[in-house]
Structures are given as C-alpha cells and as structure tokens.
C-alpha cells in the first residue's frame, strides 16, 4: 500500500473511531451494541495474532487461548492491586484515577507475561512441525488451565472479578467508556504492529519457514530465532487480547480460555485466509456476529462451530481472501473488470 494510501486509511479509521466513542458516549450506541464492537475488537488482536504462527510462519498451534489466560489472569491481578479495594492489600496501592493513564501499561504487563509463556513453548518447539507443533500447544493450554484451577489466590475454578473496579475509577474520572476506548486503540496499535513487522526483514524471514524451513536455513535464516521471536510476539499480543477480555467482563474463570476458545481462533484465522491480516479482521467481524446470532442456541453452538472449521478445510482450506490482503483483491477485482469491459 502506497504510503498516502495508508495515510488516508489510517485517518479514516481513526475518524470511524472518534464516531463511535462519542455516539457511545451520548447513548446513540447502548450496551449492547458496545459489547458486540469490543467483542469484535478482542476477536481481531486474538485472530491476527494467531494468524502470525498459523498463517504467516506456516507452524499449526492449537492451544493459542492459553496465552490469552495468562494476558487475562496477570493484568487482572496487577488492576484489581492497584487501582480497586482487593482480597491481596486491601485498599489500591494508588489512587483509582490513576487507572486513566495506566491502564495500558497493566495491559501491556499483561502482553508481557504471555510473551515469556510463548517463549517457554517456542524453545520445545524448536525440532517440531505439523501434528507434533499442534500437540505441544494443546498440552500447553491444558497445563495453563490446570495450573489456574488449581491457584486459589486467583480464585481457582471459581474465577477472579473484581476488574470493572478499574472501569468505575476510569469512568469517575472522565466520563467515557473507556473499556471500549482502549480496545479500539490496542486494536489500532495490533494491527499497524503486525502489519509492519510482516514488511520488514524480520517478516520475510516468517514467511520464509512457512514455504520451505531447510530452504529458509540454507539461505542463513536462523530459524530457531525466528521461531522464539514469532511465537514471543503472537503470544504477547493474544495476553493483551485476555487482558483486554477480562476488563471488558469483570468476570474470568479458566473455562473461558480452554481448548474451545483456542478453536474460536482457529476458525477466525482460517475462516479470513490464513497469512492475510485483513482476512484476520474480516474474519473476526463475520465470527463475531455469528456467535451473536447463535446466542439462543446455547451449548449447541460448540458443535457448528467446530463444523464449520471441518467446511472450511474441506471446501474452502484458503479461506475467503487466501494469503492476500484485501486491498489486493479489490485490485485484482478491478482489474478484471476493466479488462471484461474491454472485451
């Protein structure tokens, strides 16, 4: 994209944001509606950042929800420490309005822990591919669970609450709805982050193991590094994703983040096309809103969608914008047409 195209996209975007936190906040969008578009927000950091090993590198995890619950759990804890009235101190340890500014860096702290969890799974995964990968990470986010559900500090199998304290502080400050304003700036953040990375060098190296690893290390690509750093990024943005969930709820419990979550992810980063960022967010939309209508369905909503990401691989395995971005494929759309036209 062409730097003044991006230029343009960019204000565009922030403009749509600007429009939909002042609506929010005149209650032209009510609670529903913003918990649908902080839904879709958290959906499109945790597909994107999937898409980065699953998509982009090529590597098949499967247990990518566990990174989220680490984000969750550690941001939750240093929030609900800091800036609300806790089983662990007592009283905040500084003064709730303060949550306004520093809100992000709980968040990031939290990014931040999921990360060094990446990089202990990346290390194991250093001689695996394929179905060996996918186990490594599915006993990955088993072991993660099960260590939560046995912390009672943090609630245990009960869960944690105790983080729209954080909110309410935010909210007493200056009244906005600031859980959906930082999802849209995180998101916005995510995004630009992913899509200059898998632009620079760094990102061609990604892209290098997916098509062919030994072909990678012969042209002095350190695949081992890449890995770590890979993985390291892609789970410290699904931590920031957990810890963004969690404020957005006040409520977690390990449950939340079990296998079941990590194939929502699946399905977002298939469903768009894997090695397409805009498809991670296509894809994040259309699931969101999915998940919203199969609401009344209740628990049968766990047997459509892992259907749907068996029809996936059977019918359309390159999703619906493949490895190209959208701006692309409107291009080539363009084109054709033109090229009919002429005919």
């Avoid at 990968?133 to 500090?153: D, G, P, R």
């Avoid at 209508?293 to 049968?300: E, S, Y």
Wanted: net charge positive; aromatic share 10%; charged share 10%.
């Amino acid at each position: 994209m062409k730097k003044s195209n991006l230029i343009l996209v960019t204000m565009a975007l922030l403009a749509v944001a600007a429009a939909i936190i002042t609506l929010s906040s005149l209650g032209v969008i009510n609670q529903y509606l913003q918990s649908v578009l902080m839904s879709i927000g958290i959906n499109i950091i945790f597909a994107a950042s999937l898409n980065i090993v699953n998509g982009y590198m090529g590597e098949f995890s499967c247990g990518h929800a566990g990174f989220m619950a680490v984000g969750a759990y550690v941001s939750s804890v240093i929030s609900i420490i800091l800036f609300t009235e806790n089983k662990f101190l007592g009283g905040p340890l500084l003064p709730p309005e303060s949550a306004l500014f520093l809100f992000p860096l709980v968040i990031i702290l939290g990014g931040v822990a999921a990360a060094f969890t990446g990089l202990i799974i990346a290390i194991p995964s250093f001689k695996t591919r394929d179905d060996y990968l996918a186990i490594i990470t599915l006993a990955s986010n088993y072991i993660i669970i099960t260590a939560i559900n046995n912390m009672e500090i943090i609630g245990a199998s009960r869960g944690l609450m105790g983080m729209k304290g954080t909110f309410f502080a935010m909210n007493d400050a200056v009244p906005l709805p600031w859980v959906l304003v930082w999802i849209l700036v995180f998101v916005f953040l995510c995004v630009m982050l992913i899509k200059r990375l898998m632009s620079s060098a760094l990102g061609k190296c990604i892209s290098a193991i997916r098509y062919d690893e030994v072909s990678a290390e012969i042209m002095s690509v350190d695949t081992n590094r890449i890995k770590m750093l890979a993985f390291m990024f892609s789970s410290g943005l699904a931590g920031v994703a957990g810890g963004l969930f969690a404020h957005q709820l006040g409520f977690i419990n390990p449950s939340s983040f079990s296998i079941l979550k990590s194939t929502e992810g699946m399905v977002m980063v298939y469903l768009g096309g894997m090695g397409s960022l805009s498809g991670s967010v296509l894809s994040a939309v259309l699931f969101t809103f999915l998940l919203e209508i199969m609401r009344p369905l209740q628990i049968f909503k766990w047997v459509i969608i892992p259907l749907l990401l068996i029809l996936l691989t059977q019918f359309r395995p390159e999703g619906l914008l493949g490895n190209k971005e959208l701006g692309g494929v409107i291009s080539n759309l363009s084109k054709k047409r033109t090229l009919w036209k002429s005919n």
